[in-house]
Structure formats: structure tokens, C-alpha cells
């Protein structure tokens, strides 16, 4: 599973690799495994067909990186992989997912900063009292334990963000912070997503394009069973518009999803579903775990 990439126009946030490194992962994962294009291994997993040792690559986020900093790797290696795609961005629009993930690593010294400044503005705002009341249920040794290569700082900036907070009061702090440094969004945001054109040429190369929600809550299990099926719904619709072609794959955005979710997976007729770690085995086809390429580069390491 990957997520950011860096070179000379991208930026090296958190937890992003370069070509290089990409490059050695690939190579560490052939020496004992065999990975697959993706619509051989998509058919293969359909038919509870596959063998120990065939994987595949997936791609979360339809991120601009991704196309311009990681699929020439993939060519060079002869290789295809999954793209899991919220679809608000691919059609003009802007998520503030990842422009609060580029505020935090482009305008402060290191995440370390960013942190302070987030908290700092938390315990300063409306929302102070009800964050104390949630931390004093917070335990950094059991929240996303099954995320290793998460800080203590980033399991309770994360707790706070998607519980202490929610979505509208963690976006109002957020938007508070970039305010207060006079930045213009639309310049700010326009090196981070793929648009439909380079969404369509990766389906047109065979690789395989799925569903990660319309517009990606980072607690999507929390949402009403009717707003989760607004959010896959119309991502679903977008994708099929787009490409001609019915979306049968879904990576679970965040790893948030409950029995609801799986049964409006079911309902649009999608196939095989990714989680986003490998702590349990999957249950049914629409949660096959997946090794974060931060775990595999620990290994390499090591």
C-alpha cells in the first residue's frame, strides 16, 4: 500500500518515498514473492485462486505524485497496480485532506512544530474543554496499535482530529492555522491530485481503478448508513462516467468501515476490498489486508 512520493517538485512530507526507494521495495518483495499485474491478480482473488506468495500494488488517493513520481518505476519494472481514488478531486474539485497534510509538512520545521501550533490553537479555541474530557480516554499504547510506525504525537494528534474533534471543528481549527498565514488554496493545492485525463490513461494501460469514497472522511464508519451510501454512490457513478467501465474494487479510506459499509460495497456489485493493515485476516473478499510500504521499508533496514 502507498500513499506519497517525493522528487524535485513534490515534496517530502511524512512517510513519503522517492523513486529509488519504491525501486528497492519492488525488488525486496520479488525475492520471495510474485507480483502480479493487477487484473491478473483482481481475477485470481475473485476466484479464491491465489497462491501464498502473489501480491499486488495499490495506490491510495489519486494522488499527483503517484502518476508522476511512481508509475514511471512501475513501467520501468513491467508492472500494473490498483488506484484507489476519491472522485471530488478528479473532477475539478479540492479535498482538505491533503492540503492540511501539505500545510503541516511545507509550512513548519517539522511535524514536531505543527503539532504544537495545532494544540496550541485547540487549547485556545471553543473546542478546549471538550478535548481534555476525550484525551482522558485516550491511550497512545492501544489507539492504531496496529499502525507501528505511528508516533505517540501522531496517535493523538490523529484521536483528536477524528474523535475529540470531528470533521466540522477539526476543519475549523485547520482553516484557522492556514488563514493566519495568508495562503491562496487554489496555487497551494494545484500540484496534489491526478484530474480525470491521467485517472483514464492508467485504466487505458491496464491497471485497475477503484472506489475510496467521493470525498474521503477520515471516519467513514461513523457516518449514517445513508451518508456512507452518498459518498460510494457517487464515487461509484463518477468512476463509471469517467472511464465507461464499472468500478469492482474499493480500498477502505483510513481503514474506516463497519458491517453498513460492507453491505453498500455489496449492493453496487464490488468484488474485492482492501483494509489498510494487516492486523486481522480477512473475513470476506472486501478485506484483504495490506503492508504499509513504511513496514516494508523497516524491514529492508533492518
Same mark, same amino acid.
Given at each position: 500500500?502507498?500513499?506519497?512520493?517525493?522528487?524535485?517538485?513534490?515534496?517530502? %512530507?511524512? %512517510?513519503?518515498?522517492?523513486?529509488?526507494?519504491?525501486?528497492?521495495?519492488?525488488?525486496?518483495?520479488?525475492?520471495?514473492?510474485?507480483?502480479?499485474?493487477?487484473?491478473?491478480?483482481?481475477?485470481?482473488?475473485?476466484?479464491?485462486?491465489?497462491?501464498?506468495?502473489?501480491?499486488?500494488?495499490?495506490?491510495?488517493?489519486?494522488?499527483?505524485?503517484?502518476?508522476?513520481?511512481?508509475?514511471?518505476?512501475?513501467?520501468?519494472?513491467?508492472?500494473?497496480?490498483?488506484?484507489?481514488?476519491?472522485?471530488?478531486?478528479?473532477? %475539478?474539485?479540492?479535498?482538505?485532506?491533503?492540503?492540511?497534510?501539505?500545510?503541516?509538512?511545507?509550512?513548519?520545521?517539522?511535524?514536531?512544530?505543527?503539532?504544537?501550533?495545532?494544540?496550541?490553537?485547540?487549547?485556545?479555541?471553543?473546542?478546549?474543554?471538550?478535548?481534555?474530557?476525550?484525551?482522558?480516554?485516550?491511550?497512545?499504547?492501544?489507539?492504531?496499535?496496529?499502525?507501528?510506525?505511528?508516533?505517540?504525537?501522531?496517535?493523538?494528534?490523529?484521536?483528536?482530529?477524528?474523535?475529540?474533534?470531528?470533521?466540522?471543528?477539526?476543519?475549523?481549527?485547520?482553516?484557522?492555522?492556514?488563514?493566519?498565514?495568508?495562503?491562496?488554496?487554489?496555487?497551494?493545492?494545484?500540484?496534489?491530485?491526478?484530474?480525470?485525463?491521467?485517472?483514464?490513461?492508467?485504466?487505458?494501460?491496464?491497471?485497475?481503478? %477503484?472506489?475510496?469514497?467521493?470525498?474521503?472522511?477520515?471516519?467513514?464508519?461513523?457516518?449514517?448508513?445513508?451518508?456512507?451510501?452518498?459518498?460510494?454512490?457517487?464515487?461509484?457513478?463518477?468512476?463509471?462516467?469517467?472511464?465507461?467501465?464499472?468500478?469492482?474494487?474499493?480500498?477502505?479510506?483510513?481503514?474506516?468501515?463497519?458491517?453498513?459499509?460492507?453491505?453498500?460495497?455489496?449492493?453496487?456489485?464490488?468484488?474485492?476490498?482492501?483494509?489498510?493493515?494487516?492486523?486481522?485476516?480477512?473475513?470476506?473478499?472486501?478485506?484483504?489486508?495490506?503492508?504499509?510500504?513504511?513496514?516494508?521499508?523497516?524491514?529492508?533496514?533492518?
Amino acid at each position: 500500500m502507498f500513499h506519497h512520493f517525493y522528487d524535485d517538485k513534490h515534496i517530502k %512530507g511524512q %512517510g513519503a518515498i522517492s523513486q529509488n526507494e519504491l525501486a528497492q521495495i519492488i525488488e525486496y518483495y520479488q525475492r520471495h514473492h510474485q507480483i502480479l499485474p493487477a487484473l491478473e491478480w483482481l481475477e485470481k482473488a475473485i476466484q479464491n485462486n491465489l497462491h501464498e506468495n502473489e501480491v499486488c500494488l495499490t495506490f491510495d488517493d489519486a494522488l499527483l505524485c503517484q502518476y508522476e513520481v511512481a508509475l514511471p518505476v512501475l513501467e520501468a519494472f513491467d508492472l500494473s497496480a490498483f488506484w484507489f481514488v476519491y472522485s471530488s478531486v478528479i473532477t %475539478g474539485g479540492t479535498e482538505k485532506l491533503e492540503i492540511y497534510r501539505k500545510f503541516r509538512t511545507s509550512c513548519f520545521e517539522g511535524i514536531d512544530a505543527f503539532y504544537e501550533d495545532f494544540f496550541g490553537t485547540v487549547n485556545t479555541s471553543p473546542y478546549a474543554s471538550q478535548v481534555v474530557t476525550a484525551l482522558n480516554e485516550f491511550s497512545p499504547a492501544t489507539y492504531l496499535s496496529q499502525f507501528p510506525f505511528y508516533t505517540e504525537a501522531d496517535r493523538r494528534f490523529r484521536f483528536v482530529r477524528d474523535h475529540a474533534l470531528g470533521v466540522d471543528a477539526y476543519n475549523h481549527i485547520l482553516d484557522q492555522m492556514i488563514d493566519a498565514q495568508n495562503i491562496d488554496l487554489n496555487d497551494f493545492s494545484s500540484d496534489l491530485w491526478m484530474n480525470d485525463r491521467q485517472v483514464i490513461a492508467l485504466h487505458e494501460k491496464n491497471h485497475v481503478i %477503484g472506489l475510496h469514497s467521493h470525498t474521503h472522511p477520515t471516519a467513514l464508519a461513523a457516518l449514517p448508513a445513508k451518508d456512507q451510501w452518498t459518498e460510494y454512490k457517487t464515487n461509484y457513478d463518477t468512476l463509471n462516467e469517467i472511464l465507461n467501465a464499472t468500478p469492482e474494487t474499493v480500498s477502505h479510506p483510513c481503514n474506516s468501515y463497519n458491517h453498513e459499509t460492507i453491505q453498500i460495497l455489496q449492493d453496487l456489485k464490488i468484488k474485492i476490498g482492501f483494509r489498510s493493515n494487516m492486523a486481522e485476516p480477512h473475513s470476506s473478499l472486501l478485506e484483504f489486508p495490506r503492508e504499509d510500504h513504511a513496514n516494508i521499508m523497516g524491514k529492508i533496514a533492518a
